[in-house]
T-cell receptor
Framework: GENVEQHPSTLSVQEGDSAVIKCTYS??????FPWYKQELGKRPQLIID?????GEKKDQRIAVTLNKTAKHFSLHITETQPEDSAVYFC????????????????FGKGTKLSVKP | KAGVTQTPRYLIKTRGQQVTLSCSPI?????VSWYQQTPGQGLQFLFE???????NKGNFPGRFSGRQFSNSRSEMNVSTLELGDSALYLC?????????????FGQGTRLTVV
């Protein structure tokens, strides 16, 4: 089955710096790669996702890149702010083109990001 | 639009007991997945239901089971509880059409086994 490795497990940056979190996956059939942010005591929330037919996606200060050949994908946060401090999880899954369900997100173990003011 | 609702929020059980957790998905969502979250292992996939059928299952023992009802609500059951079952149990629902893939999480049920 799918296995997702995530690095680093902890990351500390100064406010305004960039943060990069990297993940690798094992199943070449995976085609959907979301990133979730979980603040302390709260539920995970989707911040950005990417499908395997796209190499990069941006949303304001957040970007995700995907290298299908190497089976790795990364989250990039620019101009970090203290409110970016949280645990970030990457995940991989198979999404069927015609819908129906493949809801088994396989998560990495998370990266605790601390942004120091 | 109401979000994913999980009940109860907190539970304390004794070893050997069984427990049932409930998840009500967002209206219209047919897929419900369950995850176990622990500090050491992160988020681990338990199983997924779609239209009342279990479509995927993670690597958990048979003590963990679930079901989904015709209104898409789902329940998860854990029998013969062990101390190691203490965790936050999260469910997530999704529309699961070709274009819509986002999984929305509930607040979770914090289970403590003593």
């Amino acid at each position: 089955g799918e296995n997702v490795e995530q690095h680093p497990s902890t990351l500390s940056v100064q406010e305004g710096d960039s943060a990069v979190i990297k993940c690798t996956y094992s199943d070449s059939a995976s085609n959907y790669f979301p990133w979730y942010k979980q603040e302390l005591g709260k539920r995970p929330q989707l911040i950005i996702d990417i499908r395997s037919n796209v190499g990069e996606k941006k949303d304001q200060r957040i970007a995700v890149t995907l290298n299908k050949t190497a089976k790795h994908f990364s989250l990039h946060i620019t101009e970090t702010q203290p409110e970016d401090s949280a645990v970030y999880f990457c995940a991989a899954s198979i999404r069927l083109r015609m819908g129906g369900s493949q809801g088994n997100l396989i998560f990495g173990k998370g990266t605790k990001l601390s942004v120091k003011p | 639009k109401a979000g994913v609702t999980q009940t109860p929020r907190y539970l304390i059980k004794t070893r050997g007991q069984q427990v049932t957790l409930s998840c009500s998905p967002i209206s219209g969502h047919r897929s419900v997945s369950w995850y176990q979250q622990t500090p050491g292992q992160g988020l681990q996939f338990l199983f997924e239901y779609f239209s009342e059928t279990q479509r995927n299952k993670g690597n958990f023992p048979g003590r963990f089971s679930g079901r989904q009802f015709s209104n898409s609500r789902s329940e998860m059951n854990v029998s013969t509880l062990e101390l190691g079952d203490s965790a936050l149990y999260l469910c997530a629902s999704s529309l699961s059409t070709g274009s819509s893939t986002e999984a929305f999480f509930g607040q979770g049920t914090r289970l403590t086994v003593v």
